[in-house]
């Protein structure tokens, strides 16, 4: 009896890209500011979306059917949900915060403020944002033929910790900006609120297919973004016991120039992590640029055994990367002391 999930939360394009960055830039940039902060928000937010994961997950009630992130197009837009709530009677759409410290919402003067450690920082109004979605997946339903089904907007608070003020003690905050803890009870007040069908089973399942076909991850030019170009980056495939690169093509195996350490697959997660960096897709001579090897016909086995998508059947022939939600989620770091140089920032 809890809700079902209709799309398990995948890793952002730029979190994705933040851990490539990490396995791909040169050791000595690897500490840099602009990477480490990029990584450390992007990081946060995952995991405070995983935290009101969780506990919608154990949300005691059947009919409710959750997108755990979500971005559709309300041309020419595109907007995104960090979780979106289906039922027959209402849809929810969850924003969620991250932030730690103390909360000090005005809504007069439609302003967020946030302390920490005696720090203030100020943010776009939250409630005035989650409206704005609102809007966007009103023109979006409309589009698809479904025009009276409520919606309602709650702002979750992540962590425990942080604290909210209400400065005007306005009511409608009260509803509105939430902390995760509270998630069931608000989930209580809207099942009582909103009592009539207006979604058919029928009509419930064909907007579940149309919100998956129509999902359009964000992709982010982090290397531009970060300033980062091809000289901060390794050439080739790095060895991940003693960092020397590039590991040396033998017959089906890599091998490390330095400590002969071999490796049979090294190959995946550098062209995995191309297409997160560079672009979308690769031929066979960028696949010999990046992989650092010179024959042809290694590159095409390489690729081919890869089961990548390709567009067409000649030499120029372009292998595609898979969708961003299909990447691999597990967060390798892979070089012997990198992970634990990471976990210092936090
Ligand atoms: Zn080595």
């Known amino acids: ?79 995104q949900i960090d979780t979106l709530i289906l039922t027959r009677r209402f849809i929810g759409i969850l924003e969620v915060k991250n932030k730690k410290g103390t909360f000090n919402y005005d809504s007069k003067q439609q302003q967020l403020t946030q302390e920490v450690n005696g720090e203030v920082k100020s943010f776009k109004d ?31 608070i992540a962590y425990p910790t942080t604290t909210i003020v209400n400065i005007r003690e306005d009511p409608e905050v009260y509803n509105t900006i939430i902390h995760n803890e509270s998630l069931h009870e608000h989930l209580n007040r809207l099942n009582r609120k909103y009592t009539k069908n207006i979604l058919t089973n029928n009509s419930l399942k064909k907007l579940c297919r149309s919100l998956l076909d129509e999902d359009a991850p964000l992709r982010t030019d982090i290397l531009t973004q970060l300033g980062i170009n091809k000289q901060h980056l390794i050439a080739g495939i790095p060895c ?39 672009q979308t897709s690769i031929t066979n001579k960028e696949c010999r640029e990046v992989l650092q090897i010179d024959s042809p016909r290694t590159a095409h086995s390489i690729l081919k055994s890869m089961h990548l998508q390709h567009d ?5 022939r372009k292998y595609l990367a898979p969708s961003i939600n299909d990447f691999p989620q597990r967060s390798t770091f892979p070089y012997i002391n990198s992970s634990k140089q990471i976990e210092q920032f936090y």
């Open 126 to 156: 939250p409630i005035l944002q989650a409206k704005a979605q609102k809007t966007h997946l009103r023109g979006w339903l409309e589009k698809h033929g479904i025009f009276n089904v409520p919606i309602e907007t709650l702002v979750v």
């Open 1 to 79: 009896m809890t809700p079902t999930n209709i799309k398990q939360r995948k890793k952002s394009h730029e979190l994705l890209a933040c851990e490539a960055l990490f396995r791909r830039v040169l050791k000595e940039y690897r500490q840099k500011e602009s990477i480490v902060s990029a990584y450390k928000r992007e990081k946060a937010g995952y995991d405070g979306e995983k935290n009101v994961d969780y506990k919608l997950s154990t949300y005691p009630h059947k009919d409710l059917f959750v997108f755990q992130g979500i971005r559709l197009p309300n041309f020419p837009f595109y907007f």
């Open 312 to 316: 067409r059947e000649n030499r120029a």
């Open 240 to 278: 991940e016991r003693c960092y020397a690169y590039p590991m040396n093509r033998l017959y089906k195996k890599w091998q490390c120039p330095s400590c002969l350490a071999t490796d049979l697959k090294a190959h995946e997660r550098i062209i995995l992590d191309y297409f997160l960096l560079h």
